[in-house]
């Protein structure tokens, strides 16, 4: 069975043996019948054996204060590693594949940043911090409008 039903199982509390049929590949959870997946992906297993670093920082606005929700990603290959910052700006991504690296932060009202040749190293942190702009005429909107969708009947439109 893969890594990931077996992820799948353990979130949605499952146990595996009495919901798997291990003879077809399926499993049942709720009525629903679904297949089991193909093993990892040739990208995953080479991640699994590289060597890793870790890399770390804080994400600020240009008057000096944290921002929260900024998306930091990192591309190797076709795989992402990504990660948002916490209330204080941090963020932290951990097993990393040695390298060099572009790093991007990117959050909705700001200019993204991408800082280029960032070098992770063997079980090390590499310390990126960005300090992100927002552009002159932006305006936080927050609206006071009703939801078009009534959440307490999924599916209904309220109004």
């Given at each position: 069975?893969?890594?990931?039903l ?9 146990s ?52 929260s ?7 190797y290959?076709e ?10 700006g ?56 009703p ?13």
């Open positions: 069975m893969s890594l990931f077996l992820t799948i199982f353990f979130l949605l509390g499952v595996p043996s009495a919901d798997a049929d291990y003879q077809t590949g399926y499993f049942t959870y709720c009525g629903y019948t679904l297949p089991d997946f193909p093993e990892l992906p040739p990208i995953t297993a080479e991640i699994e054996k590289a060597d890793k670093g870790n890399i770390h920082g804080y994400v600020i606005d240009n008057e000096g204060g944290p921002i929700g900024v998306l930091i990603s990192i591309e290959k795989f992402k590693f990504f990660r948002t910052t916490g209330n204080e941090f963020y932290k991504i951990e097993g990393i594949p040695v390298g060099v690296y572009e790093v991007s932060a990117t959050r909705v009202g700001y200019y993204p940043v991408i800082k280029r040749d960032i070098e992770i190293n063997k079980d090390d942190f590499t310390r990126v911090d960005f300090e992100l702009e927002r552009p002159p005429d932006f305006k936080e909107r927050i609206s006071t409008d939801p078009l969708i009534d959440f307490k009947e999924t599916g209904k439109e309220s109004g």
